[in-house]
Protein backbone atom coordinates (compact mmCIF):
# COMPACT_ATOMS: atom_id res chain seq x y z
CA UNK A 1 0.00 0.00 0.00
CA UNK A 2 1.14 3.56 -0.93
CA UNK A 3 2.46 5.25 2.16
CA UNK A 4 1.60 8.55 1.65
CA UNK A 5 -2.19 6.90 0.87
CA UNK A 6 -2.08 5.19 4.15
CA UNK A 7 -0.68 8.41 5.77
CA UNK A 8 -3.99 10.45 4.46
CA UNK A 9 -6.64 7.99 5.41
CA UNK A 10 -5.12 6.22 8.29
CA UNK A 11 -6.94 6.57 11.05
CA UNK A 12 -9.81 7.29 9.04
CA UNK A 13 -12.61 10.44 9.63
CA UNK A 14 -15.66 9.22 10.31
CA UNK A 15 -16.62 10.08 6.55
CA UNK A 16 -14.08 8.79 4.92
CA UNK A 17 -15.32 5.49 6.97
CA UNK A 18 -19.10 5.54 6.22
CA UNK A 19 -18.15 6.64 2.68
CA UNK A 20 -16.29 3.70 2.23
CA UNK A 21 -18.64 1.83 4.33
CA UNK A 22 -21.55 2.50 1.87
CA UNK A 23 -19.60 1.64 -0.96
CA UNK A 24 -19.41 -2.14 -0.68
CA UNK A 25 -22.48 -1.83 -3.00
CA UNK A 26 -22.69 0.87 -5.74
CA UNK A 27 -23.95 3.88 -5.03
CA UNK A 28 -24.07 7.46 -6.08
CA UNK A 29 -23.12 10.15 -3.91
CA UNK A 30 -27.29 11.20 -2.28
CA UNK A 31 -27.55 7.40 -1.58
CA UNK A 32 -24.29 7.43 0.58
CA UNK A 33 -25.71 10.32 2.19
CA UNK A 34 -29.07 8.76 3.03
CA UNK A 35 -27.75 5.42 3.85
CA UNK A 36 -25.63 6.99 6.26
CA UNK A 37 -27.70 9.21 7.87
CA UNK A 38 -30.21 5.43 8.06
CA UNK A 39 -27.04 3.78 9.57
CA UNK A 40 -26.32 5.71 12.01
CA UNK A 41 -29.81 6.67 12.90
CA UNK A 42 -29.39 10.56 11.94
CA UNK A 43 -26.53 10.50 14.32
CA UNK A 44 -24.00 11.62 11.08
CA UNK A 45 -25.45 13.77 8.32
CA UNK A 46 -23.24 14.15 5.58
CA UNK A 47 -23.21 17.28 3.28
CA UNK A 48 -23.04 16.61 -0.23
CA UNK A 49 -20.26 19.24 -0.47
CA UNK A 50 -18.29 16.65 2.01
CA UNK A 51 -19.50 13.71 0.29
CA UNK A 52 -18.48 14.74 -3.20
CA UNK A 53 -15.52 16.11 -2.18
CA UNK A 54 -14.26 12.96 -0.38
CA UNK A 55 -15.63 10.30 -3.56
CA UNK A 56 -13.76 12.79 -6.09
CA UNK A 57 -10.54 12.26 -3.70
CA UNK A 58 -10.99 8.56 -2.94
CA UNK A 59 -11.48 7.66 -6.87
CA UNK A 60 -8.34 10.02 -7.35
CA UNK A 61 -6.34 7.85 -4.90
CA UNK A 62 -8.05 4.11 -6.19
CA UNK A 63 -10.01 3.62 -2.95
CA UNK A 64 -13.01 3.61 -5.20
CA UNK A 65 -14.28 3.19 -8.83
CA UNK A 66 -16.69 4.98 -11.11
CA UNK A 67 -18.83 1.89 -12.47
CA UNK A 68 -21.53 3.72 -13.96
CA UNK A 69 -23.51 7.22 -15.37
CA UNK A 70 -26.95 7.10 -14.94
CA UNK A 71 -29.15 10.52 -15.25
CA UNK A 72 -26.36 12.59 -14.23
CA UNK A 73 -25.74 10.30 -10.87
CA UNK A 74 -22.45 8.69 -10.99
CA UNK A 75 -22.30 5.28 -9.26
CA UNK A 76 -19.40 4.12 -7.45
CA UNK A 77 -18.01 0.61 -6.14
CA UNK A 78 -15.04 0.33 -3.08
CA UNK A 79 -11.53 -1.10 -4.83
CA UNK A 80 -9.56 -3.61 -3.39
CA UNK A 81 -7.28 -0.48 -2.07
CA UNK A 82 -10.27 0.71 -0.58
CA UNK A 83 -11.14 -2.57 0.86
CA UNK A 84 -7.88 -3.23 2.44
CA UNK A 85 -8.12 0.41 4.21
CA UNK A 86 -11.68 -0.03 5.59
CA UNK A 87 -10.50 -3.50 6.90
CA UNK A 88 -7.47 -2.32 8.89
CA UNK A 89 -9.95 0.45 10.36
CA UNK A 90 -12.67 -1.73 11.36
CA UNK A 91 -9.41 -4.19 13.01
CA UNK A 92 -8.21 -0.74 14.89
CA UNK A 93 -11.95 0.14 16.17
CA UNK A 94 -12.67 -2.94 17.01
CA UNK A 95 -9.14 -3.26 19.23
CA UNK A 96 -9.92 0.57 20.30
CA UNK A 97 -13.32 -1.02 21.39
CA UNK A 98 -12.41 -4.28 23.04
CA UNK A 99 -9.28 -2.06 25.10
CA UNK A 100 -12.20 -0.06 26.43
CA UNK A 101 -14.29 -2.83 27.58
CA UNK A 102 -11.03 -4.88 29.59
Request: net charge positive; aromatic share 10%.
Amino acid sequence: MDKRIRRFYMPMTETSFYILFALQSEMHGYSIMKHVKTLTKGEIDLGAGTVYTSLSKMEKDGLIVLVKTESNRKFYKITDLGREILDIEILRIERLYKNTRA
